[in-house]
């Protein structure tokens, strides 16, 4: 019943932006936290920026001044903005709903979206 379904990512120039999106349905949305994940080809999946119900943020060091995190829960959505993006950002994005028992019994995960950024 749980389903996140993701949007915006695809193809940009080195230095460009782009706002990746995830709709959630079967949640409370305003009571959990939201996380955006990433995995580039051969790599680990890595968490990127995580966002609180209360709204306070955390970063990877490697996107921390150029990504932010936000909510819409009017819209039951999480965003990801990605400015000054660089090759190395390139990688498939996942947005993810952590485990939060009893209201959430596992991880949940989008289907995600390519972020392909050129050289």
């Known amino acids: 019943q749980v389903q996140l379904v993701e949007s915006g990512g695809g193809l940009v120039q080195a230095g460009g932006s782009l706002r990746l999106s995830c709709a959630a349905s079967?949640?409370?949305?305003?009571?959990?936290?939201m996380n955006w994940y990433r995995q580039a080809p051969g790599k680990q999946r890595e968490l990127v920026a995580s966002?609180?119900?209360?709204?306070?943020?955390n970063y990877a060091d490697s996107v921390k001044g150029r990504f932010t995190i936000s909510r819409d829960n009017a819209k039951d959505t999480v965003y990801l903005q990605m400015n000054s993006l660089k090759p190395e950002d390139t990688a498939v994005y996942y947005c993810n709903v952590p485990r939060r028992l009893p209201f959430v019994a596992r991880d949940y995960w989008g289907q995600g979206t390519q972020v392909t950024v050129s050289s």
């Open positions: 079967g949640i409370i949305f305003s009571s959990n936290a």
């Open positions: 966002i609180r119900s209360g709204g306070s943020t």
